[in-house]
């Protein structure tokens, strides 16, 4: 298994945000993906979450700014604002919860940094 994000790195306040996750090696389609991230000095928390059959959820942080959509085709996640703020800066994970092994995996995370 493996996952393997894109997007990140330096954002302009205000500005476009754009995360992807691409999940491999299952042999079914994932529960669960979603987009966790932890900011400097704070605990890690749920950024969106969407179950192979399309239940969303979103973080207290994101609701309302973030959108997250999910295509089962190739397992894959994205994330995204076009209203980016200083405080969604952090290490953005990808996880991944297959129900039928009862397993989770993290993707190593990577940096978003909104500043001007």
């Known amino acids: 298994v493996q996952l393997q994000a894109s997007g990140g790195g330096l954002v302009q306040p205000g500005g476009s945000l754009r995360l992807s996750c691409a999940a491999s090696g299952f042999t079914s389609t994932p529960y669960r993906m979603a987009w966790y991230r932890q900011g400097p000095g704070k605990e890690r928390e749920l950024v969106a979450s969407?179950?192979?059959?399309?239940?969303?959820n979103y973080g207290d942080s994101a609701e309302g700014r973030f959108t997250a959509s999910r295509d089962n085709r190739d397992n894959t996640l994205v994330l995204r604002t076009d209203t980016a703020k200083v405080e969604d800066t952090a290490v953005y994970y990808c996880y991944v919860y297959d129900r039928w092994s009862r397993r989770n995996w993290w993707g190593p995370g990577t940096l978003v940094t909104v500043s001007s």
């Open positions: 969407v179950t192979s059959g399309g239940t969303t």
